[in-house]
């Protein structure tokens, strides 16, 4: 008996070490305010302005091995608003992802972001409470991208940084036609400034041709300034689509509490890709800011006014 006793304590005990090892994070944000796009629909029982809103919610769960092995596994659960119609969404979990980091190596699994959506001032500084407009815009290639809502792609990401350098590549099957599809990605920062460059490509199959994208990025800051370059050269099976995408964006920081954003993006692959805009983010402290901006998108080589104001607070 005391054989048993003495086991279920020892098992106990290292049960509670294990468990001081790992731990479960929840982390997030909330925003939810008014948004305006003009013509929204042509159902005439659709408002212009909706009510804009967005809850999302990370769920981490992350251990350490005694080589100093980190695992985690990510979970999200996001709920939208229809930006259609302006009705309510519901929460859902999307697909897993897997990583294993040790130094400067890091390797995820499962529901990834590829090389191109984990590259340096990719997106660079986005107006507006949803982050409507985007440097990026001109771009029509559908690079590897984490689903905040859906299963993913299951796919595999690596990345192993080292000084001031960093060196990134992914890997899956195109889930619409079945097709291979990966990239690579290469970053380098110096003083101030940080140069990133990413090819991808997918190839051909089911019909289709290779398709590929190759992007080069420029990020800095100066002070209370701060600004992104965007350009790209877009390969893909239309080939009205075809060509060289551009843009840039800007951040300012003009009182303690203010900063001042912008954003520009084209290309002339297709002009229903031009984006440009301005918006606002005033810090509320405590992880809170009012968020709004201003802008215009092509829509049909006609323009549309998009606009939206409100809350954002980080959990």
Known sequence: MKKVLFATAATMAITAVAAEAAEVKLGGYGRFGIGYLEDRSTDDNVDDTILVSRFRLNIDGITETDGGVRFEARVRMQADEDASNG?????????????????????????VAGAFDNLANYYGNEPGLESFIGQYSGVDYGFLGYSSTGAGANAVFFQYAVGDFAFGASYDTDGFDDRDRWDISATYTFNNITAALAYGQTDEGAGIDDESLLVLTLGGEWGDFGGTLFVADDDVDDDDLNGTAWGLS????????????????????????????????????????????????????????????GAQFNF
């Open 87 to 111: 009705e309510a969404g519901s929460a859902v979990l999307n697909g897993p992802r897997f990583s294993v980091i040790y130094g400067g190596l890091r390797v995820d699994a499962g529901n």
């Open 250 to 309: 800007l951040a300012w920081n003009v009182g303690a509490a203010t900063t001042i954003t912008a954003a520009y993006g084209d290309g002339n692959a297709d002009n229903d890709n031009q984006q440009y805009g301005i918006g606002a983010i005033y810090d509320l402290g405590g992880g809170a800011s009012l968020r709004g901006g201003i802008g215009h998108q092509e829509r049909d080589d006609d323009g549309q006014v998009r606009a939206d104001f």
